[in-house]
């Protein structure tokens, strides 16, 4: 099952790519120069825990627009996502810990978080190791795109602590 979820990576990569290539508010008419003026820089911490498949692929994608639009307003993001909860069983690579009808989308999920680990603004994406163990799932067994941390709380005050706003969507 784990080779089936890699086999379709490459395929998911090219689907995620076309549908994130949307057109975004920016792009629309729209902007944020109001809240954006001045700011050459924004420093954000997601703490992601939506455990149903595509709730979560929107949130990423969403996410993405919102670094894609910045860059094209001239504002350098730097997101940090961080991966807890319920989201634990969709960002990991065991097909059996993933429900049935979940499990097209959690492809999905992973080509998006490897295409957004390399993506410009986008400094880290942290599955907590305390929910991994919550959730029953294992570390070795987390998309390679994210590197497992050892408590995503401790992880969120530390960005806190060092500029970056807490965003839970």
């Keep these: 099952m784990k080779r089936y979820l890699h086999s379709f990576l490459a395929a998911a990569a090219l689907a995620a790519a076309t549908v994130s290539a949307g057109t975004s508010a920016f792009a629309a ?3 944020d120069h109001d809240a954006l003026q001045g700011a050459k820089e924004v420093k954000v911490a997601f703490d992601i825990t ?3 498949a595509k709730a979560l692929l929107g949130r990423l ?3 993405d627009e919102t670094r894609r639009s910045l860059i094209e307003q001239g504002v ?4 940090i996502l961080s991966f807890r909860g319920p989201a634990t069983k969709l960002v990991q690579t065991d097909i059996s810990k993933i429900k049935p009808e979940d499990r097209e989308s959690a492809i ?3 080509a998006k978080l490897k295409e957004m ?6 400094e880290s ?6 929910a991994v163990r919550e959730q029953g799932t294992r570390a070795e067994d987390v998309v390679p795109s994210v590197k497992v ?16 706003a807490y965003i839970a969507p």
């Design 29 to 31: 008419g729209y902007d």
């Design 50 to 52: 939506a455990g149903e």
């Design 61 to 63: 994608n969403v996410i």
């Design 76 to 79: 350098t993001p730097h997101f």
């Design 108 to 110: 999905k999920i992973a």
């Design 117 to 122: 680990r390399n993506a410009k603004g986008v």
């Design 125 to 130: 994406l942290e599955q907590c190791a305390v």
């Design 149 to 164: 941390v050892g408590n995503a709380w401790i992880s969120l005050m530390a960005y806190q602590n060092r500029g970056y």
